[in-house]
């Protein structure tokens, strides 16, 4: 996807899609059947996707905008019906936004502007990406409500609080109480709400982060992308260099031990550098 401007002329790729205006006019053009559809004038596209368009639109009164929602498959424009700040949300399912007349929470609606989440229940997007949305309460005693593509998945009331994503969207960290756990994309608790911290590491042989470090009463965990154990130890932080070798510190000094917690390199050190090698398609990791 690609977006430019020129000649004050809008375009945005969204393959097999380009949005573009003209003469404040919103235009789509289809390459795959190479038909033109006209959407509406007097708006301007902010935000789209492969499933819809969000446009505002100037009214009368010069401090207020009225913002619209096309559907792109049923080549259906909508007016989005609450007074909005300025909906938004990278998301292909559901639109956010706080409601411009009151200081309540955010609502939620589908592409339909059906209300998922009103204004009413106090919610707000506590994070958000293209698969998943966050809804956390301003009371800390409800709630979090997870959207997982377009499905809202009930969650244990005893989660509370979001803290972030994995890099693959397949797992969150939510809190309560100080404490954190871990839930799939189901809602799922696959780790319980019993650690101080968890993280998702950089792998630097592998180049990824499908691993979880979780710290417990001074202790850290390594769990593979199927929660089994892979290493303990008393230590402050924790390095992945590959599947058996690990950069461990404590207070300021780093060593370097395998998963049995043997010492392969036997001094300390007071820093590290990686650097990944991609020769056909294999990556080798430099020390």
Same mark, same amino acid.
């Given at each position: 996807?690609? %977006?430019?401007?020129?000649?004050?002329?809008?375009? /945005?790729?969204?393959? &097999?899609?380009?949005?573009y205006t003209i003469n404040d006019s919103i235009y789509i053009d289809n390459f795959e059947n190479k038909e033109r559809l006209f959407i509406t004038d007097h708006?301007? &596209?902010?935000?789209?996707n492969k499933k819809y368009v969000l446009i505002k639109k100037a009214t009368e009164l010069d401090d207020e905008e009225e913002f619209y929602i096309y559907n792109?498959?049923?080549?259906? +424009?909508?007016?989005?019906?609450?007074?909005?700040?300025? &909906?938004?949300?990278?998301?292909?399912?559901?639109?956010?936004?706080?409601?411009?007349?009151?200081?309540?929470?955010?609502?939620?609606? =589908?592409?339909?502007?059906?209300?998922?989440?009103?204004?009413?229940?106090?919610?707000?997007?506590?994070?958000?990406? @293209?698969?998943?949305?966050?809804?956390?309460?301003?009371?800390?005693? @409800?709630? #979090?409500?997870?959207?997982? *593509?377009? /499905? $809202?998945? /009930?969650?244990?009331?005893?989660? *509370?609080?979001?803290?972030?994503?994995?890099?693959?969207?397949?797992?969150?960290?939510?809190?309560?109480?100080?404490?954190?756990? $871990?839930?799939? @994309?189901?809602?799922?608790?696959?780790?319980?709400?019993?650690? =101080? !911290?968890?993280?998702?590491?950089?792998?630097? *042989?592998?180049?990824?982060? =499908?691993?979880?470090?979780?710290?417990?009463?001074?202790?850290?965990? +390594?769990?593979? /992308?199927?929660?089994?154990?892979?290493?303990?130890?008393?230590?402050?932080?924790?390095?992945? $260099?590959?599947?058996?070798?690990? #950069?461990?510190?404590?207070?300021?000094?780093?060593? #370097? #031990?395998?998963?049995?917690?043997?010492?392969?390199?036997?001094? %300390?050190?007071?820093?590290? !550098?990686?650097?990944?090698?991609?020769?056909?398609?294999?990556?080798?990791?430099?020390?």
């Amino acid at each position: 996807n690609c %977006d430019m401007t020129f000649g004050g002329i809008y375009f /945005k790729l969204i393959y &097999p899609y380009l949005l573009y205006t003209i003469n404040d006019s919103i235009y789509i053009d289809n390459f795959e059947n190479k038909e033109r559809l006209f959407i509406t004038d007097h708006g301007y &596209p902010y935000f789209e996707n492969k499933k819809y368009v969000l446009i505002k639109k100037a009214t009368e009164l010069d401090d207020e905008e009225e913002f619209y929602i096309y559907n792109i498959e049923r080549r259906e +424009l909508l007016k989005i019906p609450l007074k909005s700040y300025f &909906p938004r949300i990278e998301n292909e399912y559901f639109v956010v936004d706080r409601n411009s007349s009151d200081d309540h929470g955010e609502w939620v609606m =589908d592409l339909n502007l059906n209300i998922i989440v009103s204004t009413d229940e106090n919610y707000y997007a506590g994070g958000y990406n @293209k698969d998943v949305i966050i809804m956390q309460n301003k009371n800390p005693s @409800k709630p #979090v409500k997870l959207f997982y *593509k377009n /499905k $809202l998945i /009930k969650l244990q009331d005893s989660i *509370k609080s979001f803290e972030r994503f994995s890099s693959n969207n397949s797992m969150v960290v939510v809190s309560d109480n100080e404490k954190q756990g $871990l839930i799939n @994309k189901k809602g799922e608790l696959i780790l319980p709400i019993e650690y =101080d !911290d968890i993280t998702f590491p950089y792998n630097f *042989k592998l180049l990824s982060e =499908d691993q979880i470090i979780a710290k417990k009463n001074n202790y850290i965990y +390594l769990f593979n /992308k199927d929660l089994e154990l892979i290493f303990k130890g008393r230590y402050d932080d924790l390095r992945i $260099l590959d599947e058996n070798r690990f #950069v461990v510190r404590n207070i300021s000094r780093k060593r #370097v #031990v395998d998963k049995n917690n043997n010492v392969i390199i036997p001094y %300390d050190f007071l820093g590290e !550098d990686y650097y990944t090698i991609v020769n056909n398609s294999k990556n080798k990791l430099i020390f």
